[in-house]
């Protein structure tokens, strides 16, 4: 199979996602999220009509569920959610990006990546980060 027809594949696979991502639909949901939760929060701001999104989704997905043992994680279709986009932009003060993703704790931005930047291994090594230093709080 093709490259494009790989990557047709994956973007017509958008209702069977893992069933590891949380996928907020509404502005309660998102400031629900964003509150100031003990446990990391990842966001992944997803747009099925990017290749760079696709691919970066595709990372992600190679170990999500090392992801989802350290933090909660969420995925926003940034085409079909743009409200919600806006408000996560608004909230946590990072210019929208797609792919993007953010890692909040406590209420506040903890680390962030946007295009090509999101990859597993640095959102890994993030959390990492994040759990040792929250284990001397």
Not at 76 to 98: F, M, Y
Not at 100 to 109: A, H, L, N, S, T
Request: proline share 4%.
């Amino acid at each position: 199979m093709s490259i494009f027809g790989s990557l047709r594949n994956m973007v017509s696979n958008r209702a069977e996602e893992n069933s590891l991502w949380n996928q907020p639909q509404t502005v309660d949901q998102i400031n629900e999220i964003l509150k100031r939760s003990p446990t990391p929060q990842v966001i992944y701001k997803h747009s099925y009509s990017c290749a760079v999104s696709l691919f970066s989704k595709s990372s992600l997905e190679s170990d999500l569920v090392s992801i989802a043992e350290k933090a909660d994680i969420h995925l926003v279709d940034v085409i079909a959610n743009r409200q919600l986009s806006g408000e996560i932009a608004s909230k946590t003060g990072i210019r929208h990006e797609s792919p993007q993703i953010i890692i909040m704790y406590k209420g506040d931005p903890y680390w962030h990546a946007s295009h090509g930047d999101v990859r597993i291994k640095p959102l890994l090594e993030a959390l990492d980060e994040l759990n040792g230093s929250s284990d001397v709080e």
